[in-house]
């Protein structure tokens, strides 16, 4: 059991990071290894205090160092489905089949609103999943859609493709441009998904020009709907309600960064991170003295 | 006319400015100019992500020449009272005699909650004040006490001899140690204020061992309470009140920093400096519209 678990390496997530690590937090911090892609493609940034005209490319490299520095390490995993238990978060991730555990729950997952396919919301746990490593058993011997956006996508779709008997793949990269030779059950479909259909469950990926019979379809992202992500999590403007403690509307999750709203920035980010952590850390006292008191 | 007036160089100062100064905002940043002594005297800053392991030194030299490369000038002076206008904010600083004037207002003063004196909240505009330019004029001739803190009120002090007749000085620093041969006129009485007492005004400054009948007693300090700074302020617990995008209750009136709460860290501040600095830039633009649209 993680004290914090932080979703998302971005400027907010690491800053969250630093200050929960200096207030001798364990904690779990999810998200790509190499850090939110969106640092490392800024050009240059010029408002973040002391460090004039930066690069995203340096200042990425300065957030590794600095995590490096502090011994933070990056689980490289993504949160697919997250659950407020009552008194701890339970997180289903792609690379492990036991969800994550954590008394507390940082979300600073960006800004990345996906754009929805029509009919995935709507089949969304009645054939529609996002997570292999949740869902992927009930499609044993089946024949299923996958839907990858994204590189990070590959090694689910490998798993998929071991349960399944039949994939069909979607992706939105050239698989053997990126070292994935293509296993012998997973057919690449060279178009774009255009809706799912069914009746009572999703049946049938429809594509640019042709239709394909599923069981099931997998839409593997990296940004998935904050409110699917985590059921219940109140939102406003396709943002995450917060207050000034970066309290969400669920006691122990907090949240920060872009995912919060505007001004997307990194200075912003950074320090709403700060806040969230020392918000988690209150929580976490106040939930250490009421066991306590709960003992007595 | 400044567009912004900032209020403090600490690091929400400092990032409010960065950002007013892209968005090519005209603005009088106020304060010391060799920025907030706070931050020279942190040992270690372990959690401002990109700067790991950072002196107070350091970060300080790194936000000067942040400033520097981005050609922010800070203007040495410390505002005295400031008020609300309607359509722009009126400054009064202690190094000229014109209140400097500004369409909006970043509030970015810090955490030091003055120790007020006994009698001094009573009797403030009634013969005690904080302003010697602004009320200095009022005592030609007369005798005055002044309660001098830190070494930045000489300026005044000076100022003050000029006018009265006679000065009582009480200072928590040695002017000889500083280089301040006092003038003929001020009389340093080596002893710690108690209170301030009077009738209809203020009449007695009261010392640890004597007492001293004055006409009026100037409180020099470099943070004068915030209700008093800027009147109808609305603040709770000490510290300005303001919503997620760092307003106030006063329209055009931003808080950023310390001087909004807790945590009291560099990350935190220059976040919340950054998204007052938007929200600045938002206010103005809505102001001109609303000028352009009463012009039409």
Known sequence: MYDVAIIGTGPAGISAALTLKLRNKNILFLGQESLSPKIQKAHLIQNYPGLPAISGEKLQKAFTE????????????SAKMIY????????????????????????????????????????????????????????KGKTIGVVAQGTESIEEIKYLAEIAQKVLLVADFAPDQHGFSLPQNVHLIEEKIEKIEGS?????????????????????????????????????????????????????????????????????????????????????????????????
């Not at 600095?66 to 995993?77: K, N, P, V, Y």
């Open 200 to 296: 009572q469950k999703a049946q049938k990926m429809v594509c640019t020009s042709s239709a394909f019979e599923i069981d099931g379809v997998f839409i593997l992202r990296q940004n998935v709907d904050l409110q699917v992500l985590v059921p219940g999590l109140a939102c406003g403007d396709g943002f995450i309600t917060v207050d000034k403690n970066m309290q969400t509307n669920i006691a122990g999750c907090f949240a920060c960064g872009d995912c919060t709203g505007k001004p997307f920035q990194y200075a912003k980010a950074a320090g709403e991170g700060n806040i969230a952590a020392h918000s988690a850390c209150t929580y976490l006292d106040a939930q250490k003295q009421a066991l306590q008191q709960a003992k007595n």
């Open 84 to 139: 407020a238990m009552g008194d701890y978060f339970s997180i289903s991730g792609t690379k492990q089949s036991q969800p994550y555990q954590a008394k507390s729950l940082i979300l600073a997952t960006g800004v990345n609103a996906p754009q929805t396919i029509p009919g995935e919301k709507e089949f969304l746990g009645r054939g529609v999943s996002y997570c292999a490593t949740c869902d992927g058993f009930f499609y």
């Open 66 to 77: 600095h995590l490096a520095q502090m011994e933070i390490g990056i689980t490289s995993d």
